[in-house]
């Protein structure tokens, strides 16, 4: 089992966490080796796109979250600055409401998983606590791939 | 499988090999389970599998209530999470406590459990267990309930298959099977805890698996030091 194994599980787990949350995708972002953000993976074009784009420009509530390694709620992307990234908006215009979360593993920064809605809304505390927890999940199953053997002779 | 940068995906899981390791399935599933309870605001949750060729077994349980619910299922052979294994499908009962369908179920549950739904935990199409939730008070399950359900399961389903490419499938399932043996030996742990400090099963049940948890221990791990104490004591 190689990296078309693990593309399929990242790419399952995602679709299947969107879909608890109720949200309409979710995305990931990762730090790699060299402890740089990298878009990994989106459950859709619109979230691959919203993910490559903050990774180019730098902004976005993915970006803050690993910044500051705390939630990012942002009710419409297309808001006026602070509230929203309009810069970020104009790439993906699909995608209204974004709430990334930042994932961790011994208590370190990993990356963030991003859920987005292609309507714009407030997001609920409980929503925000249900984010965090389904991170929780996310890094379960990234350990494990990253842990299991016929990964660990790769460079 | 379009949208994900594998290039990307390799590098950052060599640098996740730098954290530590996994604690294997038994307590990843359990903390999976955790997440469910407090995701869906449900009174409680349970995982149940199946040993090869033969029936349900509960492997996770949030608390007392839910192990009563396993426990009078795999005491009956019946329940709506049996039936969620054996037809592969979703069940639901508003309250277990006047379904016809398993009339004989209420007299060994706790009296709090009232709605469950279970839904069939796969690996490759096949159900190889239920994952179970509960309501304490009667409850109209709805679809949104039953299609959250399923996604939280197929969440279950990629941490199995992960595993299952972890480690050779003997070991997970030797990893299982240990659980679900040591089920017993969880039980005469909450019987001696009742008896030396005077609680409740559920009381027993949710200081060992808090214990647990907080010492990033298996619940049945624990079980057996505290009935090795017991043993000592009595010497």
Redesign the interface.
């Known amino acids: 089992m190689g990296e078309g194994f693990e593309r399929g599980l990242v790419d399952r787990t995602l679709g299947a966490l969107a879909d608890v949350l109720g949200t309409d995708g979710a995305t990931l972002t990762l730090f790699d080796d060299r402890d740089r953000p990298r878009a990994v993976a989106g459950s859709d074009d619109d979230g691959r796109r919203l993910e490559l784009a903050q990774e180019r420009t730098g902004s976005g509530p993915a970006v803050e979250t690993l910044a500051h390694g705390a939630d990012m709620a942002v009710d419409d992307l297309h808001a006026a600055r602070p509230l929203g990234f309009p810069g970020l908006a104009a790439q993906v215009s699909e995608i209204h409401a974004v709430l990334s979360v930042p994932l961790r593993a011994d208590d370190r920064l990993i990356g963030t998983l991003s859920f987005y809605d292609r309507t714009s809304h407030e997001w609920q505390p409980a929503k925000v606590r249900a984010g965090e927890r389904l991170g929780e999940l996310m890094v379960m199953v990234l350990q494990v791939l990253a842990h299991k053997s016929s990964t660990s002779g790769k460079s | ?1 379009t ?4 290039e ?10 730098t ?4 604690t294997g399935i038994v307590h ?1 599933l359990e ?2 389970v955790d ?1 469910v309870d ?2 869906f ?1 449900y009174s409680g949750a349970g995982l149940m599998f199946a040993e090869e060729g033969k029936d349900l077994r509960y492997l996770v349980a949030t608390d007392a209530r839910g192990r009563s619910l396993e426990d009078a299922q795999l005491h009956l052979g019946q329940g709506p999470c049996v039936s969620a294994y054996e037809e592969n499908t979703a069940v639901t009962a508003s309250d277990v406590h006047s379904d016809p369908r398993w009339p004989k179920l209420a007299d060994r549950l706790h009296p709090e459990v009232r709605a469950v739904a279970g839904v069939p935990v796969r690996l490759g199409g096949e159900p190889v267990g239920t994952l179970n939730v509960y309501q304490s008070q009667p409850y109209e399950w709805d679809e ?1 309930d039953i ?2 359900l399923y ?2 399961a ?2 279950i389903e ?2 199995l ?3 299952m ?3 050779e499938k003997s070991a997970l399932a030797d990893q299982l099977q240990y659980a679900l043996d040591y089920r017993v030996v969880i039980e005469r742990a909450i019987g001696y805890l009742m008896g030396k400090h005077d609680l409740t099963a559920a009381q027993a049940f949710t200081g060992l698996r808090k214990q647990a948890r907080d010492s990033r221990r298996r619940v049945a791990d624990l079980a057996a030091e505290v009935l090795g104490e017991a043993a000592g004591e009595l010497r």
């Not at chain 2, 990307?8 to 090999?17: E, F, H, I, N, P």
């Not at chain 2, 954290?19 to 996994?22: D, E, L, P, W, Y």
């Open positions: 499988m949208h994900i940068d594998p990307a995906l390799v590098a950052s899981l060599r640098r996740l090999r954290t530590s390791s996994t990843q903390r999976a997440v407090s995701l605001g949104s299609q959250a996604a939280y197929d969440v990629q941490l298959t992960a595993a490419a972890a480690e």
